[in-house]
C-alpha cells in the first residue's frame, strides 16, 4: 500500500506541476507578473526569492507576501504545485504586468500552456518509453520497420465458460511460459499443438504475479471450431523499441493517435449521458486513479511510464474542455468576449466558473464514493493492517 501511495503522488504531482510549470513560462513571457510558484500545494512551510537589488536569495516565510518578485515556495501538500499570477481573477486591470491588463490572445496562450505542457510531456514520456521498449500486442504475421522485439510472451486475456481451462482454474492474465516443456513464441503454432493434443493431457505453466502455476489440461473437440481447444482467447504481447529518430516520430505519431480516441470517448461519455442518461464507460477519480497506480506499479517502471503519459493526456483533454472552471471554460469566455467586441462583466463570469467548481467538486465527491464502493476490498485490507499494527 506504501507503494501506491507513493506513485500516486509523483506521478500526480509530476502531470499537475508540468501543467502550472507551462502557465508559469508563458506568463512570465508574456510580461505577466507571478507572484508565487508553489512545490505542492498550500499552506506553505517556506519559501525564497530573489532580491532585484542585490540579486541574492532571501528567505520567505508562511506568512511572507507582497514582495516585488516571485516567491517560490514549498508547501505541506505533496500534489503537483501551483501558480499564482497577478490580475488572474480580472483585478489590477491598470496595470501594465497584470493578467487582466493583456490581450485576448496573450490571455488565451497563458490559459493554454498547461494543457499544451502536459501533451509534451506526453510526448517526452512515449519517446523515452519507444527507446527502451513500450509494451504493444503483436500479429504473429506482423512486420514493424525499423523496430526491435524483445520479451515476447502469449497471454490469455479470456477464458470461455464451461471449458477445460475454466474447469481446471485458469485466469484471464495469466501468461504462457511453457507447454509440455515447449516454448513457443507465436499464436498460431501454440494452437496447432493443442489441437494435435486432442484428448491428451497436457502440462501448461503459467506465469501469475511473478510466480510459476502449473495445470493440467486435456483439450477437448470443438464441433464449430473443428479443432481440439482448451477454451482460451489468446494475445501475444511484446516490447517495441526504435532508434532515437523514429522514437520521436512514434511518440508524435502516438500522441496524436490518442488523443483523437479520448475526445472520441469523452463525445460518446457525453452523447450517452445527454440521450440515456446513462454512463457507458467505468469513470474514477482520485481514488481510483491510486488504486490503478498501484496495480501499474507493480508490473513495472516502463508501464508506470506509459500509465503516466495516458494519464497526462486525459488531464490535458480534460482540462481544456469548455466547462466553467477550467483553463478550456475560461478560454472560451475569451473567445465569446472576441466576438461580441466587449468584456463580459466580471461579476458574471467569476459567478458562473464559481457555480462550475462547486459541481466539479461534487462530480469528484460522487466519482470518488463510487471508487470506494468499487474498490472496498482494498480498504478493508488496508485498514486491517492498520488495526494489526496498532
Known amino acids: 500500500m506504501l507503494l501506491t501511495l507513493i506513485t500516486f503522488i509523483l506521478v500526480l504531482g509530476i502531470l499537475v506541476f508540468v501543467h502550472e510549470l507551462g502557465h508559469f513560462f508563458v506568463a512570465r513571457k508574456s ?25 541574492k536569495w532571501k528567505y520567505a516565510g508562511a506568512k ?5 518578485t516571485t516567491i517560490y515556495s514549498l508547501n505541506w501538500i505533496p500534489l503537483g504545485g501551483f501558480v499564482k499570477i497577478k490580475g488572474e481573477q480580472g483585478e489590477n486591470t491598470e496595470d501594465s504586468d497584470s493578467f487582466a491588463h493583456k490581450s485576448i490572445t496573450k490571455k488565451i496562450l497563458i490559459l493554454s500552456a498547461g494543457v499544451t505542457m502536459n ?5 517526452f514520456l512515449l519517446f523515452i518509453g519507444y527507446l527502451v521498449g513500450l509494451p504493444r500486442e503483436l500479429n504473429d504475421s ?25 474447469k481446471a482454474g485458469i ?8 507447454i509440455d516443456g515447449k516454448n513457443f513464441t507465436k499464436i498460431t503454432d501454440l494452437q496447432n499443438y493443442i ?38 482467447m489468446l494475445s501475444r504481447m511484446g516490447f517495441v523499441s526504435y532508434p532515437w529518430y523514429i522514437a520521436i516520430w512514434e511518440s508524435i505519431k502516438t500522441t496524436l493517435f490518442l ?11 457525453f452523447t450517452n449521458l445527454l440521450i440515456s442518461h446513462t454512463v457507458s464507460v467505468a469513470l474514477s477519480g482520485p481514488v481510483g486513479i491510486a488504486v490503478i497506480t498501484g496495480q501499474v506499479a507493480r508490473m513495472g517502471l516502463i508501464y508506470i511510464l506509459q500509465f503516466t503519459a495516458l494519464l497526462s493526456l486525459n488531464l490535458a483533454i480534460i482540462n481544456f474542455l469548455p466547462l466553467p472552471a477550467l483553463d478550456g471554460g475560461r478560454v472560451m469566455f475569451l473567445i465569446i468576449e472576441k466576438i461580441r467586441g466587449k468584456s463580459i462583466n ?15 467538486f461534487l462530480l469528484v465527491l460522487f466519482i470518488t464514493f463510487n471508487d470506494i464502493m468499487r474498490f472496498s476490498d482494498k480498504f478493508i485490507y488496508l485498514w486491517d493492517r492498520i488495526t494489526h499494527i496498532f
Open 31 to 55: 510580461g505577466v507578473f507571478v507572484e508565487e510558484f508553489g512545490f505542492g500545494l498550500p499552506p506553505r512551510i517556506f519559501g525564497f526569492y530573489k532580491d532585484k537589488e542585490t540579486k
Open 64 to 68: 511572507t507576501d507582497k514582495i516585488p
Open 119 to 123: 501533451v509534451i510531456l506526453t510526448v
Open 142 to 166: 506482423e512486420q514493424i520497420p525499423w523496430a526491435k522485439i524483445s520479451n515476447e510472451t502469449i497471454y490469455i486475456n479470456d477464458i470461455a465458460k464451461g471449458y477445460p481451462a475454466e
Open 171 to 178: 485466469r484471464a492474465g495469466d501468461m504462457v511460459d511453457r
Open 195 to 232: 489441437d494435435e493434443k486432442s484428448g491428451t493431457p497436457i502440462e501448461l505453466e503459467l506465469k501469475r504475479e511473478n510466480a510459476i502455476v502449473k495445470f493440467s489440461v486435456t483439450p477437448q473437440k470443438d464441433e464449430k471450431l473443428n479443432k481440439s481447444v482448451i477454451g482460451v
Open 259 to 269: 488523443i483523437k480516441e479520448i475526445i472520441f470517448a469523452f463525445y460518446n461519455l
Open 346 to 360: 466580471a461579476r458574471v463570469e467569476a459567478m458562473v466558473h464559481n457555480i462550475g467548481l462547486y459541481l466539479l
